[in-house]
């Protein structure tokens, strides 16, 4: 028996688009074909009659009757035998004993949606339509019948213009399905081996979170250099030091960047801890700086003084009076400091020992006018110190450890 997660069942409210986006094995091509289960057969939460024509739509026709006909999440397999509707391959199309009717399509031929007219339709994979502008047109001019037509959307998200619109769009109802939300039904071995390698990469947080990360096109960093930038962890390190840019105030919407690197014996610099700390008193975050430094055995901790002085210093030996502080005060705007850091991953010369998404998501969206969403860079700017630190500033390199 099905038993749905909130997120897939119908939103409430007067939407036009429900749009499901949804990592690998999250459930969302269930949710496609039990919301036309409830169509078709006018169930309580789903239609108050019967919808008598609906599209299906995928990305081939290969895929539309693989996936959501004939899969096992798919039409034929959410229905009791007593409920389930015909299937007539040759003519791409499935007939409930009530008279209702779904039709495949492919979005590949987006000529074929000219002519025929539905009360409802479900896109699957919209994201992965080699033509989703002409297919999705050509749908929309299909839905005329009804009181109200609607339509569901499945897909792991890409940076796509389309779905850019619908996910703004007011009548649009968004859900989100991470994969982690359907461990249950999903085979361990698939969560420990791709979960776990994959988990806060730029592709694990698309193809297994849902997330849409397009990159900024007057940004110092893009993902794709971030992503060839990443290794499984750090090797030796000849030096490790913790970067602190402290917040401009203690509101609880303070963030105190606090960021980790270190210098390989292979000379290239690594990212190793991003432990920023939000919402923080003073002696809340010196306590996590000065905790990073410890758990990694760092070398010195380099604190930005521009917002705080010398206090900023003074609050750090206060928690602990033997860890080596080097002030630093900005002379140059964030965008002027952090260019000779950007050069360095352009150059090769930097790694990120595993995932940082938040780190990662500054970095790749930083541009001359700031980030994108109009917050301080504060990740950035401690790995900007980190790094400038290690690889920018004439310094002696101790005998290598082991991290």
Same mark, same amino acid.
């Given at each position: ?52 024509? !609906? ?6 026709? !290969? ?341």
């Amino acid at each position: 028996m099905f038993q749905a997660r909130e997120e897939q069942l119908p939103p409430l409210g007067d939407w036009t688009v429900w749009l499901i986006l949804g990592g690998r094995g999250a459930g969302k091509t269930r949710a496609g074909a039990e919301w036309v289960k409830g169509l078709a057969l006018g169930k309580s939460g789903f239609a108050p009659a019967p919808v008598g024509r !609906i599209a299906l739509v995928g990305e081939t026709l !290969i895929d539309a009757r693989a996936v959501m006909v004939e899969g096992v999440s798919g039409l034929l397999a959410v229905h009791d035998k007593d409920e389930r509707p015909t299937w007539q391959p040759s003519r791409r199309r499935l007939e409930w004993k009530n008279g209702a009717v779904a039709e495949l399509y492919s979005a590949e031929d987006p000529e074929s949606l000219r002519g025929p007219q539905f009360a409802a339709a479900w896109a699957d994979e919209l994201a992965k339509w080699r033509q989703a502008e002409a297919a999705w047109d050509m749908l929309q001019f299909a839905l005329r019948l009804g009181d109200r037509p609607r339509q569901a959307v499945t897909t792991t998200p890409r940076p796509i213009p389309l779905l850019a619109r619908l996910m703004e769009a007011p009548a649009t109802a968004v859900a989100r399905m991470p994969t982690r939300d359907n461990a249950g039904n999903l085979a361990p071995g698939f969560l420990e081996a791709v979960v776990g390698r994959y988990r806060g990469t730029r592709l694990g947080r698309q193809e297994l979170d849902g997330e849409i990360l397009a990159d900024r096109e007057d940004a110092l960093w893009n993902r794709d250099a971030v992503e060839r930038a990443r290794v499984d962890q750090a090797p030796a390190l000849a030096r490790i030091v913790v970067a602190v840019d402290p917040p401009a105030s203690g509101g609880r919407t303070s963030v105190c960047g606090i960021v980790a690197a270190g210098l390989g014996a292979d000379g290239l610099g690594y990212v190793v801890a991003d432990d920023t700390v939000s919402a923080a008193a003073p002696d809340v975050w010196a306590a996590r700086a000065v905790a990073t430094y410890r758990r990694l055995e760092a070398d010195a901790l380099i604190a930005e003084i521009n917002q705080g002085g010398d206090m900023v210093a003074a609050v750090i030996r206060q928690v602990d009076s033997t860890v080596p502080v080097r002030s630093v005060r900005a002379s140059r705007g964030k965008w002027l400091r952090a260019e000779p850091v950007a050069t360095l991953y352009a150059q090769g010369r930097v790694r990120h020992a595993g995932a940082f998404p938040k780190l990662e998501d500054e970095l790749c969206g930083f541009g001359p006018d700031g980030t994108s969403g109009g917050r301080s860079p504060d990740r950035l700017d401690a790995l900007v110190w980190a790094l400038t630190e290690l690889m920018l500033s004439p310094g002696g390199r101790p005998a290598i450890r082991r991290f």
